[in-house]
């Protein structure tokens, strides 16, 4: 269906206050195998180690521009690898409720 779509998510835009709950929810709307392309003028680590304890390995983190006030990552959905995903300790923290495209159980 919409396999391999690449949809554009600029954090710049975004209030700080607002930015990662905006993210959770782009990412919890997109379907297997969907790409989101986010932009952003500096290199968010803190949000990519909280993306990972929240999914695990059903989104695949790619840096497609990794420069001073440009980068650029995609994020690509892959429900595949839910299997192995995070441990169980994990996943339970920060579930996203299950929905759409993201593959959690919703806790």
Partial sequence: MFDNAVHPFDARGVAKRFRH??????????????????????????????????????????????????????????LGAAAEAAPAAVAGAGSCGGGNGCGCSGG
Avoid at 28 to 57: A, C, K, W
Wanted: no cysteine.
């Fill in 21 to 78: 709950a905006a993210i959770f929810g782009a990412l919890e709307s997109l379907e297997d195998g969907e790409t989101m392309r986010f932009v952003n003028d500096h290199d968010p680590l803190p949000l990519l180690n909280q993306i990972q304890q929240r999914y695990g390995n059903q989104v695949a983190i790619d840096y497609v521009a990794r420069e001073p006030g440009n980068i650029v990552i995609d994020f690509r959905i892959q």
